[in-house]
């Protein structure tokens, strides 16, 4: 069964203060691993894909890294805007297209 | 640029009512998802459609039912609900065209509460 995890539960950080936010996984084999930002009571909004082991993608502060077990989230010089809850989620490619979250990471950047 | 529509934004129902959440994905979107998410949970996949046709079943309760029509939006209907089927949910639409990239987008989601 897939499983995805992520650390920490929760991350307040002073505005400027860089960090990484982590999330393990477990599946048969990786079809690809998605970061989301979510906002309360809002949808998950994209942020990023990550396909194979090694690979990279940035975008503005938030720049997203996969190896064979995990990924980071790495936020550089963050904003109070980046406040949010980032969901990692994976799909297997036993199981078609459907994704398994991991429970999220709250982050919470103070001015 | 469209996203997935979602309506109604809020629904409350009583405990044994029935329930119908729709769902418009992105144009020529043809995969649907529906996902739902209780308070300070992460979103569970319920079921998803392909081209019309369920394409893969999740931990939907045999109390829901849905469907996608040929304009390809979606219905989730929800009968004999229960207190624990307060929570939001989602759907979120994507282009299996069978290249890697078959990324999700969601809709900003229906709040269900249920007395």
């Known amino acids: 069964e897939d499983q995805v995890t992520q650390s920490p539960e929760a991350l307040r950080l002073q505005e400027g203060e860089s960090s990484s936010l982590n999330c393990s996984y477990t599946v048969s084999g990786l079809r690809g691993l998605f970061w989301y930002r979510q906002d309360p009571g809002k949808g998950p909004e994209f942020l990023f894909t990550?396909?194979?082991a090694g690979e990279e993608k940035e975008k503005e502060r938030l720049k997203a890294t996969l190896t064979k077990k995990e990924s980071f989230l790495h936020i550089t010089a963050p904003k109070p805007e980046d406040s949010a809850t980032y969901l990692c989620?994976?799909?297997?490619?036993?199981?078609?297209?459907?994704?398994?979250f991991g429970p999220g990471t709250r982050l919470s950047v103070l001015p | 640029a469209a996203g997935v529509i979602q309506s109604p934004r809020h629904l409350i129902k009583e405990k044994r009512e029935t329930a119908t959440l729709k769902c418009y994905p992105i144009p020529r979107h043809d995969t649907v998802y529906w996902y739902q998410q209780g308070p300070g949970q992460d979103p569970q996949f319920l079921i998803s459609?392909?081209?019309?046709?369920?394409?893969d079943k999740g931990s939907i309760p045999d109390r829901f039912s849905a469907q996608q029509f040929s304009d390809y939006h979606s219905e989730l209907n929800m009968s004999s609900l229960e207190l624990g089927d307060s929570a939001l949910y989602f759907c979120a639409s994507s282009l299996a065209s069978g290249l890697v990239e078959d990324i999700q987008y969601f809709g900003a989601g229906t709040r269900l509460s249920v007395l």
């Open positions: 989620a994976v799909q297997d490619t036993d199981y078609g297209q459907n994704f398994v």
């Open positions: 459609f392909y081209e019309k046709m369920q394409s």
């Open positions: 990550l396909y194979s």
